[in-house]
């Protein structure tokens, strides 16, 4: 009897304690699950908190341009379209593949005559995610009192315009679209600027898009600047972080990494693209540089020279320069001086009013 009892008192126990596993399984996926939607919550109201913050950082700085440069020129902001986003989550959505709305920066000289032709530089901004800011004021002051126009695209994927528009980023493709539509709109808007003397230029990531403006347009350009230029993503994704990587394989951007499609990395590195020069370009770098590393560089500037482009380009490989990224963008004589050569090489080819001496 007692066997027996002993025998039951188990069983039931065994019983009670599968039921009681059975019930904490049951609930692990529930909590889980619930776990991972406050998560995914907590997450959407960071960058809803992040996207109102830029959104009110970039109106702040948009009013600085006019504290900064309104004295010597005439301001505007404008918009006009560039092509569908590349990636569409939803392509039977309302307003699926409708051209996205790009803002852009125009800065005219006080003193310049209407009734004469003018040259105009595009002007393109760096950064991953980042925006043409009054940062810039100090160089684009410099290029009215030449006498140029200037236009300056936030393209796709800038900051300030809301995280859908940061999330249209297409890195070395349609941001580059973004930008000559930039410079179809000057044309078609002032007719007093002359078409056949129309420049570009732009540091960082903006040194690429202007190097792929010009590959990709070589008969709408005069003549190009690309200061410390991104210019081999394959390159680029082996000795940057994970974080960094990680950018340019999310889902919205590139999609797979670069060993995952290396030739998609290879499409949008100028480097792999120098047989296409056909514009006169002048491009700068820093051997101190923390961003671009100098590598990249020297990579396109053989490249030029393999496709026989040596008198299509000329080049300066700064040793050391104080300032790394930032070298010949700063406030020191040293930039002053870089930012000359860089004058009077546009000059050349664009004939301003006030050329540099």
């Known amino acids: 009897m007692r066997s027996a009892l002993i025998i039951t008192v188990c069983t039931a126990a065994a019983a009670l304690g599968s039921a ?3 019930t904490q399984a049951s609930r692990e996926p529930a909590t889980l699950e619930a776990l991972g ?11 809803q908190q992040s996207s109102t913050n830029d959104s009110l950082s970039k ?10 440069v309104g004295d010597v020129c005439d301001i505007d902001k404008v918009t006009y379209t560039g092509p569908a986003p590349r ?11 409708n051209p996205l709305t790009i803002s852009a920066y125009t800065f005219l000289p006080k003193s310049l005559d209407r009734s004469k032709k003018h040259p105009l530089i595009v002007l393109v901004h760096g950064g991953v995610h980042s925006n043409f800011g009054s ?30 528009f940061w999330r249209d980023i297409d890195y070395g493709g349609r941001e580059v679209d973004d930008v000559f539509a930039g410079k179809q709109w000057m044309l078609e808007t002032y007719p007093f600027v002359d078409a056949q003397r129309v420049g570009i230029m732009g540091w960082s990531h903006g040194g690429l898009i202007t190097l792929f403006n010009i590959f990709d347009h070589p008969a709408d350009y005069k003549v190009a600047y690309a200061g410390v230029p991104v210019s081999d993503l394959v390159a680029r994704m082996g000795y940057k972080g994970q974080g960094y990587r990680d950018l340019y394989s ?3 951007h590139i999609g797979k990494t670069a060993e995952e499609n290396v030739n998609e990395y290879r499409k949008r590195s100028p480097a792999w693209h120098a047989e296409k020069l056909q514009t006169p370009l002048l491009i700068h770098t820093n051997t101190a540089d923390e961003d671009v590393n100098v590598l990249e560089v020297e990579h396109l500037i053989q490249a030029l020279k393999a496709a026989g482009k040596q008198d299509k380009f000329e080049y300066k490989i700064y040793q050391n320069a104080p300032g790394g990224h930032s070298f010949n963008r700063n406030d ?4 002053r001086e870089s930012r000359a050569e860089v004058y009077r090489f546009l000059a050349r080819y664009l004939n301003p009013p006030n050329a540099p001496k």
């Open 20 to 22: 009681q596993e059975r």
């Open 37 to 47: 939607n406050r998560i995914a919550a907590l997450e959407r109201q960071l960058e």
């Open 59 to 68: 109106q702040i700085d948009d009013l600085l341009w006019y504290h900064r």
């Open 87 to 97: 990636v569409i989550p939803n392509p039977t959505g309302q307003g699926a593949g």
């Open 135 to 164: 940062s810039s004021a100090h160089v684009v002051r410099e290029l009215v009192a030449q006498g140029y126009a200037v236009i300056a695209s936030d393209y796709r994927g800038s900051t300030g315009y809301g995280r859908g």
């Open 250 to 252: 999310a889902p919205y």
């Open 332 to 335: 020191t004589k040293l930039a």
